[in-house]
């Protein structure tokens, strides 16, 4: 169902194909609505080509082989290094070797028009779309237009940085070849896991980071990723900044640090945050200042300055876009809770608008959910310790040694690993948690259904985890806490 050279309305159209417009699409489709869908590059987006999919696949082979090392009898079975071009393979099978036949033939099955080109609000509920031989086609919208076209990788103004060719963390997700000696600028989540992920494949990684390393997290699992880079041999340059970079003439690359060390490397990628895909969109059209992230209210309609719907309240913003959790779930969380909204009122509807309500996005706020997949892993949901005291929550803190689980003792030998759970003392309930170990990425939903189901503290006392697993750690957070619960008191 392609469409160009011509006019067409529909009822939605959006603005960035990627997962977050494939399901806001879907979900106004399923409610009984027509959607275009416009995109300039790949349907399915960044997370499916260059971050969440291809960057876990290079992870992943290295976390199996150090959980086999963890065992004295499977990691007997392992010698040598990892078979990098099987790694690289298996990346592109799961990046759909950059090809989205298989995203549009979703579309095309579930009645979603896609229009293939650069999409541009050009007048009230109207997007233009040039393609590359500069044809253009007008989509008006009934209903609404949805703007969901991401996010890129932020090059900050570091002296030279622009020309030596930096890799983003497309360049890294997508990489043909190891290089031997890899410098990243940014200690955050991409580049903390892949500096995992290429000091594994055999580089010789550099990391300078201008604060701690994943600076939104707690500092005992910053801690603990960071002695595990080290021993893996990475350089840390922590609460350091890069003033100026070059690149000589056999190819080498040289960063200067604020220290007035030089760090020399094959390549350096730049992973120093996200900026707005914005800048050529059409905001002007709205009043809006172009490059900007876009505000917007509980509706996830785009406002002005003043909090207002900007031209009548007919065009929305999910995802990186509006900057609330650039993370791909919940852009998709958004979508779904937007795509509803928008098919309900078109339909004349009212909207549940009510904390947790069906069109609400209320997890944005109270329950961020996030897995780093650095060695070790880090999950985390909802506020960390300083973040509820800034809240001005009265809280309660409650820290447990994961090794000392006996699930987890048998997971690994000499198994590290941390977890917090802060508790809301007034409400009685938890408002976050964070782990940090290996393989605790699968222990995060449980306290996610706790958040957001304001489960009381003297409930969870009944939810009774099962032995010996690593989910133990829910009834040693609870004794930690000093109470009596059911059946409490058990050391084995």
């Known amino acids: ?37 416009v995109e300039r590059e790949l349907v399915g987006g960044e997370c499916s080509y260059w971050a969440c999919m291809p960057t876990k696949a290079l ?15 499977a990691g007997g079975a392992f010698s040598g290094d990892l078979d990098v071009a099987e790694v690289l393979g298996r990346r592109d099978r799961f990046a759909s070797h950059w ?51 991401g996010s890129s990788a932020h090059i900050p103004p570091i002296r030279g940085l622009a020309d030596v060719a930096p ?3 497309r360049e890294a997700a997508a990489a043909r070849t190891i ?13 903390s896991e892949m500096a995992t992920a290429f000091s594994a494949l055999g580089s010789q990684v550099t990391l300078i980071s201008r604060t701690r390393l994943l600076p939104g997290v707690e500092p005992f699992a910053s801690d603990h990723v960071a002695e595990s880079l080290r021993t893996a041999k990475v350089a840390l340059h922590l609460d350091t900044d890069a003033t100026e970079v070059r690149r000589d003439d056999t190819g080498t690359v040289h960063l200067t640090l604020s220290s007035g060390e030089v760090v020399t490397a094959d390549e350096v990628l730049v992973a120093t945050g996200r900026t707005p895909n914005t800048k050529a969109i059409g905001l002007d059209h709205l009043g809006l200042s172009p490059g900007h992230w876009l505000r917007v209210d509980d509706t996830l309609a785009v406002v002005d300055d003043d909090g207002k719907p900007v031209d009548g309240g007919w065009v929305y913003a999910a995802g990186d876009v509006n900057s609330r959790a650039l993370l791909t779930h919940h852009g998709k969380y958004q979508a779904r809770a937007l795509g509803d909204a928008i098919a309900a009122r078109a339909h004349g509807e009212k909207l ?11 997890a944005d706020v109270s329950a961020v959910t996030q897995v780093i997949f650095t060695d070790p892993e880090v999950a985390a ?34 198994y590290r690993g941390q977890a917090r759970m802060i508790v809301d003392e007034d409400r009685n309930v938890l ?37 010996p697993t690593i989910s133990e750690i829910w009834l040693r957070l609870l004794e930690s806490m000093g109470g009596v619960g059911v059946g409490g008191g058990d050391a084995t």
């Not at 995203?103 to 779309?129: D, F, K, M, P, Y």
Request: aromatic share 4%; glycine share 12%; net charge negative.
């Open 352 to 362: 549940d608008l009510r904390r947790w309500g069906r069109h609400a996005a209320t």
């Open 381 to 414: 949901v909802g506020l960390t310790a300083q973040a509820a005291s800034d809240a001005g929550i009265r809280t309660l803190v409650v820290d447990h040694d994961l090794g000392a689980i006996a699930g987890a003792a048998l997971h690994a030998d000499d």
């Open 167 to 169: 890799w983003t963390s």
């Open 431 to 467: 408002v976050g948690f964070t782990a940090v170990g290996p393989d605790v990425a699968e222990l995060l939903h449980a306290p996610t259904i706790a958040i957001v189901g304001d489960v009381p503290l003297d409930r969870l006392w009944h939810a009774v985890p099962a032995y």
């Open 1 to 37: 169902m392609t469409s160009t050279g011509e006019e067409s309305t529909f009822d939605v159209v959006i603005i960035g194909a990627g997962p977050v417009g494939e399901n806001v699409a879907d979900r106004v489709v399923q409610g009984g609505l027509s959607a275009a869908i």
């Open 59 to 73: 992870l992943r082979d290295a976390a199996a082989v150090r959980a086999a090392r963890a065992l004295p009898g």
């Open 99 to 149: 090809s989205d036949t298989g995203q549009v033939e979703w579309l095309n099955h579930v009645g979603i028009t896609l229009v293939r080109g650069h999409g541009s609000i050009t007048a009230s509920r109207t997007v233009t779309v040039t393609d590359t031989n500069g044809t253009t086609t007008v989509l008006r919208a009934r209903h609404a237009v949805v703007i969901a076209t």
């Open 179 to 191: 290089p031997g000696r890899l410098a990243i600028i940014g200690g955050g989540v991409v580049g």
